[in-house]
């Protein structure tokens, strides 16, 4: 049964009205009635302990928050996707990266075909490249073995890749080098390739639709590079592979299609790093591990798919983010990876969340009267601390921060990880309790600045803490976000899988690029752009 709109559902009424009494109560009061709930609001799974009682809640707002899930058809949604329904309306396609980290013995029937056998199939293809490349059988034309390995693609064909490479750095074949080049700006290649040589490297051009202009336009200059360093066309098949779902634009573009690894249009390109778009990564850290990733996105994949909502993860914070956006009316997210290897973490949740969520209608294509998406960001801890964290603690704005934390540090030095760690406890502490006039008073200092030093505290977050950093967990980690992503644009009732706002820009783009070398069209834009072009023709000596 379709869910009545969303702010007629009695939750979400009822969530209107509970949030005028519990949402200015204090963090300090919550966590003084009840010296338990530090233990009570925590879930666990894969690996991943949540703690979530930092957010401001009480059991009511929970109790409401689930009802919300429930009168949203959050689960009878997922289900939907497991089943390979084409949830994602606005493209009439399935959802179903989950298939791509399900067991070989497993079975999934899409549009009557078990997709199973043909993910594993390229799953074996690309640990046979994986395999030939790192143990330097794969040879370049001039009969070296491949050093480096630059993959090119742009948005989910490269975040997720270059994200996962540095996460996962520490697993990684030391030997090879691996690049990223995503950006159309010619800064991006020329710098990736300018110290390597050309016959020991292999691309690897990722593309689903393989249209993409800026990973087009990257990949050309790749083959010029390589052709004007090795002389020989055929030198081609042995240094490019393509990962696309588009075998004739990738033949057109002149790679054999025996080096091609496909996937499918159920496979949306920011849910793509477990399709061959990992093939950079089986690359990094070898087939074993790869299978070890994929191992931990299906275990949590499991556990949304099973756990009852009350203990389910992903089902938790995603509510939780619903809490905060919709009842609390928090414009962003912080996420702070307090481990140096999850530096990327921050731009591809940006991705996954922004371009999934950040959308204006339903899936009837009503205009929404309700805030979706908000915006993500993040950094590394402890850098965050020493930049941005000031406005967090004390700025006008309320921004709720996912804190991740591990145990155990990949690389044991002196006292490092302690000192990291605490800082992750320590933020928490300090955003939800805060210091009042009175505390600040107890210590020395002039009352002049005491205002100053207040810290208001009831400043919600997540923390996430897991034993160490591997393939597995990192798996499990992102495939938390995944269904977080999801919870939160079931209840949204929106397309969470197409993305349809990147178009105009592309579109008005490739209508401009002819007038910037040009020295005399027609401009037929708003006068400001029309003078900006008119600038940039200039500057570049093409006339006025
Ligand atoms: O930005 C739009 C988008 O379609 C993303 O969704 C996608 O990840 C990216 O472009 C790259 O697309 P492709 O893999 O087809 O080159």
Not at 5 to 31: C, K, M, N, S, Y
Not at 158 to 183: C, H, I, K, W
């Amino acid at each position: 049964m379709t869910p009545a709109p969303l702010q007629d559902r009695p939750a979400w009424r009822a969530l209107e009205a509970h949030v005028e009494t519990i949402g200015q109560r204090h963090l300090r009061q919550l966590f003084e009635q009840d010296p338990e709930r530090g233990r009570r609001l925590r879930a666990q799974a894969a690996g991943i302990y949540l703690d979530y009682s930092k957010n401001r809640i009480t059991d009511e707002t929970l109790k409401l928050l689930l009802q919300l899930a429930r009168e949203s058809n959050v689960a009878e949604r997922r289900d939907a996707m497991f089943r390979g329904e084409h949830i994602n309306v606005s493209e009439d396609r399935a959802v179903l990266h989950v298939a791509l980290r399900m067991p070989r013995e497993s079975s999934l029937v899409v549009d009557g075909v078990d997709v199973i056998g043909e993910v594993h199939a390229v799953l074996d293809r690309m640990a046979d490249v994986a395999t030939r490349v790192r143990s330097g059988q794969w040879r370049g034309f001039t009969g070296r073995s491949i050093k480096n390995v630059v993959n090119i693609g742009i948005g989910g064909s490269d975040l997720g890749p270059v994200m996962a490479y540095e996460a996962l750095r520490f697993y990684s074949q030391r030997d090879l080098t691996f690049r990223f080049v995503s950006n159309v700006d010619s800064d991006d290649f020329v710098e990736a390739v300018r110290d390597l040589d050309a016959d020991e490297t292999l691309f690897i051009i990722s593309s689903k639709t393989f249209t993409t202009v800026e990973t087009l336009t990257n990949a050309h200059s790749a083959r010029a590079w390589l052709l004007e360093r090795l002389g020989d066309d055929a030198a081609v098949a042995k240094h490019f592979v393509a990962v696309s779902t588009n075998a004739e634009q990738v033949a057109a573009f002149g790679i054999d299609t025996a080096n091609m690894f496909g996937f499918w249009d159920w496979v949306g390109g920011r849910y793509s790093m477990t399709s061959a778009i990992g093939l950079s990564t089986m690359l990094a850290i070898g087939p074993d591990a790869y299978a070890e990733l994929l191992s931990g996105f299906h275990e949590m994949d499991e556990h949304f798919r099973l756990a009852p909502l009350e203990e389910n993860l992903p089902v938790l914070m995603g509510l939780l983010g619903v809490w905060n956006r919709n009842f609390l009316g928090c414009t962003t997210v912080g996420v702070m990876p307090y481990d140096q290897y999850l530096k990327r973490l921050p731009a591809y949740l940006q991705q996954l969340t922004m371009e999934s969520n950040g959308k204006h209608v339903t899936l009837e294509g009503v205009t929404v009267d309700y805030q979706t998406g908000p915006v993500y960001w993040g950094e590394p801890g402890t850098n965050g601390q020493h930049s941005f964290y000031q406005l967090i603690h004390q700025g006008t704005s309320i921004i709720p921060v996912d804190i991740i934390g591990f145990a155990r540090s990949l690389n044991p030095l002196g006292d490092h990880h302690d000192i990291l760690s605490a800082n992750v406890f320590a933020q928490a502490e300090a955003l939800a309790f805060g210091k009042t006039a009175d505390e600040v008073r107890r210590d020395a200092g002039p009352e002049r600045v005491i205002a100053h030093r207040v810290m208001e505290g009831n400043r919600p977050t997540n923390v996430l803490l897991a034993e160490v950093l591997t393939p597995k967990l990192l798996g499990s980690l992102i495939a938390l976000y995944e269904h977080v992503v999801f919870t939160q644009g079931a209840i949204w009732g929106i397309d969470s899988f197409d993305q349809w706002g990147v178009e105009l820009g592309k579109a008005l783009a490739s209508a401009i690029v002819p007038e910037l070398t040009d020295v005399a069209p027609v401009l037929g834009h708003d006068s400001s752009t029309n003078a900006l072009i008119e600038h940039y023709r200039k500057l570049n000596g093409r006339g006025s």
